[in-house]
């Protein structure tokens, strides 16, 4: 081959090798997918951003664990879940086109296309119904948990009781669940169960008037969010967007406006085909600072910032220590029990919840002057109050040779999305039930649900069947 011939080639070769770089250029922007599907959305997360999808789970690989000398064996599980994925709210449906139309008239769509083409791909009808991600999420851990625990399922579903708000993304939420545990269970989906609706243990916060008025409604009871929301951090990150965005000062990029476009990328990310650029807008800092300012608002409304937060989960705590003293007098008698309890509820059912057993609970508190402290807090709600959270809460009875109607011959485990984490009344992954029922004794003994909410007397009846 002369030399001109092979210059020719290498020329046409180099050409063919631009030209694959372009399509892929096309294919994959520099918002790929991945990138941006991480936990960095506070409760806006979904489930499989956090916890990988496609983890080998082995049957019934929670179903048994030596503790000591002894072999315990699950006999109860009582587990709680947030909805699955959702639609954003109307709220944020309307801040979306919004912020839209302003950046468009300020010639945004100049320098960003996107922009001229985008329209909002959530309708207002669609206010915070369950998407099928949601869905699938859901089906996805029933058949996880059918894997774990699949002799305690296996021996008997019949008895499991499931536990609703009345919320349509929690009900079918629920739906979804027993459809994945008893396909796996069965290698059939059942599809006849039916939810008992029940809104003082599913969605407390709702029924409770002095959360309402002392933490809800009142804008001072979350003080913290707020001063960091106007703080020198998210100044810095909105400024900056300002400035790449080339606005003028007086369409300066807000605070809100960042909490927007958050939004704006985690639902278009995770519930749309063709993926979010409006991430592009997003770097790592601005992620961080918008993550904490998110996490501040959960924290103060809904964990450790006011008592009555924690407080007011206590029917929800109290029902499922009430069903594990149950379950250990049924077994210790040989009677039948329930194998398991399951609710579906919110992250307003989740973070309370969590608070009353005294997880994620950070020293100091989370607060608007100590961010840099917390950069690797215990409480950060992409982790622990995603979309489809869940928390279990596993009863063991172990082979423990003598005294076999001793509380001491059962044991605990917590799990929070799967995982088991450690039990404040012990400070280990495995604890003896009765350390752990004598720790949470007040909480679950004595609640006073509507007289701590300064409720109206009840109605006789808070169970209901429909919705």
Known sequence: MSAFLRLKLSQMIMMIFVFYLMILECLSPAHALSSFRTPSYSTKTPYFWVNDEKETIALDSETWFEYGEKTCQIIHLNAVFRHGARFPSLKWIKRMTTLHQKLVENGVDERYPFLKAWKNPFPEKSDKIIAELGEQEQEMLGERFAHRFNLLFDEDMDSIRVVSSSKQRSYASSLSFYTGLSQTVFGEADKTMEPTVNDIEMRFHDNCVHFAESVDKNKTATNEYSKFKYGPEVD?????????????????????????????????????????????????????????????????????????????????????????????????????????????????????????????????????????????????????????????????????GEDNNDYLEYVVKFYVNEKTVDIPACGKQVCPYKEVREFYKNQVDNCEFHKMCRNPEPKENSEHDEL
């Open 236 to 400: 810095v990150i909105a400024k900056k967007l300002t400035d790449v965005l080339h606005l003028p000062e007086k369409a300066a990029v807000t605070p809100d406006d960042l909490n927007t476009i958050h939004q704006l990328c985690a639902f278009e990310e995770a519930l749309t085909d063709a993926g979010s650029e409006w991430c592009q807008f997003l770097d790592q800092e601005s992620l961080e600072v918008i993550q904490y300012m998110n996490d501040l608002k959960q924290y103060w409304k809904k964990m450790y910032g006011h008592d009555i937060s924690s407080a007011m989960s206590c029917p929800l705590l109290s029902r499922i220590f009430t069903t594990l003293d149950k379950v250990i007098q049924a077994n210790n008698a040989d009677d039948d029990y329930a194998a398991a309890e399951f609710g579906f509820g919110h992250a307003e059912t989740l973070a309370p919840l969590y608070a009353s057993l005294g997880l994620f609970k950070d020293e100091p508190q989370l607060k608007a002057d100590n961010f840099k402290l917390h950069l690797n807090r215990k409480f950060r709600a992409s982790r622990v109050l995603p979309f489809s959270a869940n928390f279990a809460m596993a009863l063991y009875q172990c082979d423990s």
